[in-house]
């Protein structure tokens, strides 16, 4: 009798963990790929300056995780993970970025303290963490979205099985975990990975305000349902058709922050 109350309270702790676990697995799976596949595409002289700037979180890919975590106590970054626009705005590069700051803007500043001979160690070290966390968010299309509803946030939305969710969740994590939870997390990966193989043949910008623009633009397109909030319930089939999209945006986030790191780090001027 007492080895089958252990067995509960085992399974209980184990179930409680796994939820607050989950949690916090929104887009961390989407940032974590983004700088661990960048990793692997760095020059050596790249390498070599990552290395030491992320070996606090554990790895390059961990370290993109922090800025995140980081909002709470540094309440002043908060808007730097995301660039609105309103619906008549659809042109990125005539956005203008609020008092508070916004993703393009952070991601500009945090380059330049990369860049800089005279910013410390940890100056660095944060600004190579934002940096990764940046790309990430500005290749999620809804953290190019409508200041209205906080990007998404209060556009809510029904999943298949009647859990209510929102547009802004939706691309966060839960579209990879649908796909994920299909395929498997490997097989998910595994696709990542071959779409980044295919990418790097293409010409890729190196400038942010073009991502931000891609994003943009699929947030407005019609099968994503967010102009208009004329989605209501989020549909295996729409985590179906959009999954290929968010392996798009996850492959080529990994290539254009693999790119802008080996310039900042190849051609030391
Ligand atoms: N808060 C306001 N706008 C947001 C966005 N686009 N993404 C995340 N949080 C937000
Ligand atoms: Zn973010
Ligand atoms: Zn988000």
């Known amino acids: 009798q007492r ?3 252990t067995m509960i309270k085992n ?12 949690a916090n697995a929104w887009w961390d799976t989407g940032h974590e790929m983004v700088c661990s596949e960048a990793y692997n ?10 290395d030491p700037l992320s070996e606090a979180e554990g790895s390059f890919g961990r370290s993109c995780l922090w800025a995140d975590w980081v909002k709470r106590e540094r309440k002043d970054t908060r808007d730097w993970h995301y660039i609105n626009l309103s619906d008549d705005q659809q042109d990125v590069s005539e956005a203008r970025c609020p008092e508070n700051g916004c993703l393009i803007q952070a991601f500009h500043d945090q380059v330049k303290v990369l860049k800089n001979s005279q910013t410390s160690f940890l100056q660095k070290q944060e600004a190579l963490w934002f940096i990764g966390h940046f790309v990430g968010d500005i290749h999620q299309p809804m953290h190019v979205g409508y200041p209205e509803d906080l990007g998404g946030n209060r556009h809510q939305l029904e999943l298949a099985d009647g859990t209510k969710t929102n547009m802004h969740k939706v691309w966060d994590g839960q579209i990879i975990e649908y796909v994920e939870s299909k395929i498997g997390k490997k097989n998910f990966h595994l696709e990542v990975k071959n779409k980044i193989k295919i990418f790097l043949d293409l010409e890729h910008s190196p400038e942010i305000e073009n991502w ?3 994003s943009r633009d699929i947030a407005m397109s019609d ?5 208009g909030m004329l989605l209501k319930v989020a549909s295996n089939e729409y985590m179906e058709i959009h999954g290929p999209i968010v392996q798009d945006r996850i492959a080529l986030g990994a290539i254009r922050l693999s790119n802008t790191l080996n310039s900042i780090f190849d051609n030391k001027d």
Not at 11 to 20: D, E
């Open 3 to 5: 080895r089958t109350f």
């Open 223 to 227: 099968s994503v349902g967010y102009r």
């Open 41 to 50: 595409l760095l020059s050596p002289a790249a390498k070599k300056a990552v």
């Open 11 to 22: 399974s209980l702790l184990a179930l409680v963990l796994m939820i607050s676990f989950n």
């Open 212 to 214: 931000a623009q891609e």
